[in-house]
């Protein structure tokens, strides 16, 4: 798991992006680099799971306590389909991502 979602909205003609929280929330290492179309999984509290990937990553300015950095999702996965809360997982190969093609 990389993180709990922290906010998920929409942005007309671009889709669907995923906020995540600071990085000292988050369960894998600072170091540890996320890619441009890696596979994610999206689990809601509820258990129900996405399979996606990330297809854009964002940085956005939310002040010094609120995270910045945020994941522009596929066009088909809209604001509603993400629960606030859901927890997002890398789909990775060992310590590799593994990457949408």
């Known amino acids: 798991m990389i993180a709990k979602t922290d906010a998920v909205f929409g942005i007309t003609g671009r889709g669907t992006i995923v ?5 000292d929330e988050w369960s894998i290492s600072k170091d540890d680099a996320i890619h441009k179309r890696e596979r ?5 509290p509820t258990g129900e799971t996405i399979a996606t990937y990330i ?17 522009l999702l596929p ?6 389909d993400v629960v606030e809360g859901s927890e997002i997982r890398l789909a990775r190969n060992g310590s590799e991502p593994d990457v949408e093609p």
Do not use: M, Q, T, Y
């Not at 906020?19 to 990085?23: G, W």
């Not at 994610?40 to 809601?44: D, E, K, L, Q, S």
């Open 19 to 23: 906020c995540l929280p600071v990085e």
């Open 75 to 80: 066009r088909h996965i809209k604001p509603n």
């Open 40 to 44: 994610i999984r999206i689990v809601a």
């Open 55 to 71: 297809k854009e990553i964002e940085f956005i300015n939310r002040g010094p306590d609120r995270g910045s950095l945020a994941f």
